[in-house]
């Protein structure tokens, strides 16, 4: 039986790990940290991810949870509407829906599909080997006929296997995530734009309201108090956003750093990267967590094939990064002509074509998994 070496539980990496296996493959996933614990917050599990997960045996489980319905779209801080989108609309163009869950339900999700034995926590990776296949780890070497680096943004194994590339780059913004109990009143799943800042919030499957921030700040600033920050920053914006600020319990800040270079290929001998390790993008379209699906099934089907795999993979995900990347630029302007600039824009845009953002989005949420 072929045996396959994961580096790391994250979605990707667990998502690869249950596809191989459902192709008859042996599969050991190596995960440093001792237990999985919910790193991040909410994710969106677009109509293309859902697909995969409908391949890979889960996706009923995530599908029972509520779809995002009704209006959506971008916001000013007054709460006045720039543009807007209907997610039902969405959903009949697409055939799924969006899903919006905690990322530790979507882990939760995966870890159960796997065979008893597959995940070892508490073991991290050491040097990896592409040309044998080795790993090297605490335990002892391990060697595979695949090895899958799953290992994140700050991948070892893509420093190891493309040095001369340049690795992550800070995007000049800085992110809080926060999950709060649902207040009275509806929540609309929107994005506020304002002068370079940004405020998101969703409602996730269990009932909870996940909400996202960013704005322009040095790399490794933090706050005394980032929930005081949070607010200094939006507390003036419409409701219910300070409200939703002032439950937090916990806010998590992240700085956004993403590969503005494309990597030349996804794998190098028995090595294949998935997700984060070869493609990692701003959260602007909600799909990184999505593409890393794409990729598992992906190089599941490719395995034996490795040039294949990344023939399939680079051209869509750089895609993918690069729309998430404008995106990214379009929100963060911050000079008042160029606000007012871009909003009339968008809100034009909207009124000669309502469909106009889910044309946009065809080629991404249409994408389905290969045969």
Request: aromatic share 4%.
């Amino acid at each position: 039986m072929a045996h396959a070496v994961v580096v790391g539980a994250g979605i990707g990496g667990l998502a690869a790990a249950l596809a191989l296996q459902r192709r008859g493959w042996e599969v050991t996933v190596c995960e440093r940290a001792s237990r999985l614990e919910p790193v991040g917050a909410g994710l969106a599990v677009a109509p293309n991810a859902l697909r995969v997960l409908d391949a890979l045996g889960v996706g009923e489980r995530i599908r029972g949870l509520s779809a995002l319905q009704g209006a959506a779209g971008i916001r000013r801080p007054d709460g006045g509407w720039i543009s807007r989108t209907d997610a039902t609309k969405a959903a009949e163009r697409y055939g799924e829906p969006v899903i919006l869950v905690h990322r530790a339900t979507l882990v939760d999700a995966l870890t159960d599909g796997l065979a008893p034995g597959t995940l070892r926590l508490g073991l991290p990776a050491g040097d990896v080997d592409a040309e044998t296949g080795t790993v090297g780890t605490a335990d002892g070497p391990l060697t595979a006929d695949l090895v899958v680096a799953a290992d994140g943004l700050h991948s070892a194994v893509r420093a190891t296997l493309f040095p001369a590339h340049p690795g992550p780059v800070y995007t000049g913004v800085t992110s809080w995530r926060i999950v709060v109990p649902h207040p009275d009143g509806t929540v609309i799943p929107s994005e506020t734009w304002g002068a370079g800042r940004v405020f998101g919030t969703a409602v996730l499957g269990d009932g909870r309201v996940y909400c996202y921030a960013t704005a322009p700040a040095p790399a490794g600033g933090r706050a005394a108090d980032e929930k005081a920050e949070m607010l200094r920053l939006f507390g003036d914006w419409h409701e219910p956003i300070p409200a939703l600020i002032a439950a937090a319990a916990e806010v998590v800040r992240t700085d956004i750093r993403c590969l503005d270079e494309p990597l030349p290929r996804y794998h190098a001998g028995k090595v294949a990267l998935i997700g984060d390790a070869a493609h990692a993008m701003t959260p602007n379209l909600g799909q990184g967590a999505c593409q890393a699906l794409e990729d598992a099934l992906v190089l599941a089907r490719h395995a034996d094939d490795l040039p294949a795999y990344s023939a399939a993979r680079l051209a869509r995900t750089t895609a993918v990064a690069r729309a998430s990347r404008r995106i990214a630029r379009m929100a963060g302007l911050n000079g008042p002509l160029a606000e007012r600039l871009r909003n009339s824009a968008m809100s034009l845009g909207g009124r000669l074509g309502p469909d106009l953002v889910l044309r946009q989005m065809d080629p991404i949420l249409g994408w389905r998994p290969p045969t």
